[in-house]
């Protein structure tokens, strides 16, 4: 193999910071995660809300939905790396007033990177950006309300407004929002999930009759078999990593099926134990360096050889499954040829991963957004639930089905009725509690959301929580279309791209943090949210709050609906605004699966919802049965001389909030503007490793034009993967992602398949900015420093 210079590749020791569990993994993780809270909030604040972190008195982490263990199994530090550094962005001292809005121009702002934005503090009075101003100024939170319901009250439909949701709203507040949204007469609830997991809501709702996971926590602990598939839990989940330590130690086989092999799925250091720190546990028993968007191919090759060695659950699929006949019957017509050139892998390499399942007798299945963020991702998501089918693999101790969901509460929006398309039965059970007539027609999800926009068909934009803008695909459109609309609101924490890409008028609510304490009402309030697993539970925060000018989401959505609606609305807005317990009853009454809701999240630990398959094996399909499905393979065409890339994370992020600029895990340091190409791409295209270049997609239009967008002034890293594929970090890679590039049946963006090429950057390396708030000349992102450490070198 020809090698341009030194690859990057996982050496176990260096693998001291590969993973992390409830204290953070090895001695380096926890060193930077102590010194990153520090940094933040002081000693005394760092000690008083990591020893609160994910704890049964205490609040949930702002980061993952990575499920808590049972309250008596809880550590002392029952967080990770990353969940240190949410907290500490939080609850920073450094606080944003308005005197630092009157030294901004919002120009200027628009001139800083993302990470520059988020690490300016905490804002701490509401804000407003008056048509034409050039600077935010301060608003009462009065006016702010009635400027909202101005505009809203305004508009010739309900339809033409858009209220969007982040998946760290907690449950209170989301049913609040939606009640607020379909009071208002809409059904335009766009919220982050369109955007990852809503290929698993769609697929296995299909095939299971609910789009949740089916398994817990001690599913994971007692199964024979894991399977992480699209999905690199040492940097987005590190917690699972401390699960996948135990059910090693109990035996299980770990299965890593991704395009690149991440450092926290080969060793584990747990600094829990004087073991874990010293030895460490190896996870990953077989690694599948799958090209990108093979693993449908994948799943359907596994398929095949199970039921040619017949290792199959026959009395499972006979009396709970449908459409097993016609699945064999495709898979008996496998085209091998297809699979090997659409996963990459050769064809014994697959045999070892099959047997793996054939010698397991409980196998659980997780993945995220390696999945789902491709064309075919509800295909994909069926076929790996094709697998399960075929050997039981659901409804039964150690098995089952595992998607992992990127954000604390983004399972439990959805829950709360956050959701664009949400079923009549919800609407009925809303209608009947509060006497409302809720809109039946579907609303919008984010990616029409933002052709409405666009297109001049919605005019206000409503964000509650979230960084709308730089989480979008196709970022000159999406700016675009925020620029066209009437007024934009932002729910928000800290400041973010979205607030400095604005329309006409633009407000900034700045709401309480999940660390602080909520006094809502003149008592101390909780809130719950759901994790992965279904499991819902309270969290309250320990800090006073950063400012007295802030006001919990809950009040604020409830202000809105009564500056909107008006005092005599049918809904007790002001009750449920004082007393967060009166919308956990009225939880209980519409939600399903919520009965007695405000006396069970009473409880440490909270309860679990109700998921027949996982329960009692019962499907509530349309067939009442577990569905096999049959989807042809689409081997994805890259033309000649192009690539195929992924869109990631650093390690040194949390989806849009950026840490800081270094991905110890990958050896970046400095920066964030890297793409990773094979070593024999980067000779084969005539580049060379640290060369400079633009990044440049290429879209095929339905009338068959190409339309180019380009991301300037990257540096290529030589770094171990598929040929023909390559990597960039999010949201700097998003303005390559055309807006119409979806998943079919989900309409969730293509993130992880994008065909480009990469051309010498007209500007070199001067095109990348050295310091830490310049942005390149795109007008986005950090420039970035291959750090080469001979010790981190093969």
């Known amino acids: 193999m020809s090698r341009t210079r030194p690859v990057r590749e996982i050496d176990e020791t260096d693998l001291e910071v590969g993973g992390t569990s ?115 100024e301060p608003i009462s939170w009065d006016d702010a309300f009635e400027l909202v319901a101005g505009h ?111 450092a926290g799925l080969v060793r584990f250091k747990n600094p829990q134990s004087p073991r874990g720190v010293i030895a460490g546990t190896a996870l990953a028993d077989l690694h599948l360096p799958v090209r990108i968007n093979g693993d449908l191919a994948l799943f359907q090759a596994i398929g095949s050889l199970l039921l040619e060695w017949d290792a199959v659950d026959h009395d499972f699929v006979a009396s709970h499954t449908h459409g097993f006949e016609e699945y064999a019957a495709h898979l008996a017509e496998l085209d091998w040829e297809a699979v090997l050139r659409a996963t990459g892998l050769e064809r014994d390499l ?22 789902t963020q491709h064309r075919n991702s509800v295909a994909t998501v069926k076929e790996i639930a094709n697998v399960a089918f075929l050997q039981g693999n659901i409804g039964r101790p150690g098995a089952g089905l595992c998607p992992v969901r990127g954000h604390s509460n983004v399972q439990g929006d959805r829950t709360m009725g956050i959701w664009e398309r949400v079923p009549d039965h919800f609407l009925d059970a809303l209608r009947d509690e509060f006497a409302i007539t809720p809109p039946r027609e579907h609303g919008l999800d984010t990616v029409a959301s933002i052709t409405a926009l666009h297109d001049g068909e919605a005019r206000v934009f409503v964000g509650m929580g979230g960084n709308f803008v730089s989480a979008a695909p196709d970022t000159e459109v999406t700016e675009e279309a925020m620029r066209r609309a009437d007024l934009t609101v932002h729910v928000s924490t800290k400041l973010n791209r979205s607030h400095v890409v604005h329309g006409r008028e633009a407000l900034i609510l700045p709401a309480l943090g999940r660390s602080e304490k909520d006094l809502t009402g003149g008592r101390e309030q909780r809130v719950t949210v759901e994790d992965s697993m279904s499991a819902v539970h309270a969290s309250r925060g320990p800090l006073r709050p950063a400012s007295r000018h802030l006001r919990s ?62 329960d009692s094996r019962t499907f509530p399909t349309a067939v009442g049965r577990a569905v096999f499905t049959v989807s042809p393979i689409d ?103 055309p807006l119409d590039s979806t998943a079919v049946g989900s309409n969730c963006p293509t993130s992880k398949s994008v065909v480009v090429r990469l051309e010498h950057s007209a500007g070199g390396a001067a095109g990348i900015a050295s310091d830490a708030g310049a942005l390149t000349p795109d007008g986005r992102g950090d420039g970035a420093k291959r750090r080469v450490d001979p010790d981190q070198l093969s």
Not at 214 to 219: I, P, R
Not at 239 to 252: C, D, Y
Not at 351 to 360: K, L, N, T, V, Y
Request: negative net charge.
């Open 152 to 262: 809203l009250r305004g508009l010739e439909s309900p339809d033409q407004a858009i209220f969007y949701t982040s998946g760290k709203v907690s449950n209170e507040a989301a049913f609040a929002y939606q009640l607020f949204v379909r009071s208002f007469g809409t059904n335009n609830l766009p919220d982050c999930s369109n955007m990852c997991h809503e290929s698993t809501s769609v697929g296995l709702a299909e095939v299971i009759g609910i789009g949740k996971g089916s398994v817990s926590l001690e599913d994971i602990h007692e199964a024979e078999l894991i399977v992480v598939a699209g999905q690199n839990p040492g940097t987005n989940h590190p917690r699972m990593l401390s699960a996948l330590e135990i059910a090693k130690q109990r035996g299980a086989r770990i299965l890593a099926i991704n395009p690149l092999r991440e």
């Open 350 to 371: 697959i045999e070892q991963a099959a047997r793996m399942f054939a010698d397991s007798g409980a196998t659980v299945v997780c993945w995220a957004m390696g999945i």
């Open 635 to 737: 081997v994805l065409h890259v033309p000649e001389g192009r690539l195929l890339l992924q869109t990631l994370r650093s390690h040194d992020q949390f989806n849009t909030t950026i840490y800081g600029l270094d991905d110890r895990y990958r050896g970046v340091k400095g920066g964030r503007r890297v793409v990773f190409v094979h070593p024999d791409d980067i000779a084969a295209l005539g580049l060379a490793a640290d060369q400079v270049v633009d990044i440049v997609s290429e879209w095929t239009t339905s009338d068959g034009s190409v339309v180019e967008r380009r991301a300037p002034a990257f540096r290529v890293v030589a770094y171990e993967q598929p040929r023909g594929c390559a990597a960039a970090y999010y949201p700097e890679t998003n303005p390559l992602i």
């Open 553 to 614: 989401e809950v009040d604020i959505v409830c202000s809105l609906a009564l500056a909107t609606l008006g005092c005599d609305h049918v809904v007790p807005w002001a009750e449920m605004r004082a007393d967060y317990g009166e919308i956990r009853r009225r939880i209980a009454r519409v939600v399903p699966g919520c009965a007695a809701y405000d006396e069970l999240v009473a409880q440490p630990g909270g309860f679990v919802l109700p998921h027949p398959p996982r």
């Open 22 to 136: 409830h204290a953070a993994a090895g001695v380096t993780a926890v060193a930077v995660a102590m010194k990153r809270a520090v940094d933040q909030m002081g000693v005394a604040r760092t000690a008083r809300t990591l020893l609160k972190l994910n704890q049964a008195d205490g609040f949930d982490c702002q980061g993952c939905a990575w499920p808590d263990p049972d309250p008596e199994h809880r550590h002392t530090a029952e967080f990770c790396e990353n969940g240190a550094k949410a907290v500490a962005e939080e609850a920073t001292k450094r606080l944003l007033g308005r005197s630092f809005f009157a030294e901004h121009a919002i120009e200027s702002l628009r001139e800083r990177s993302d990470y520059w934005l988020g690490q300016q503090g905490r804002i701490t009075e509401p804000m407003v950006l008056r048509a034409g101003a050039t600077h935010y």
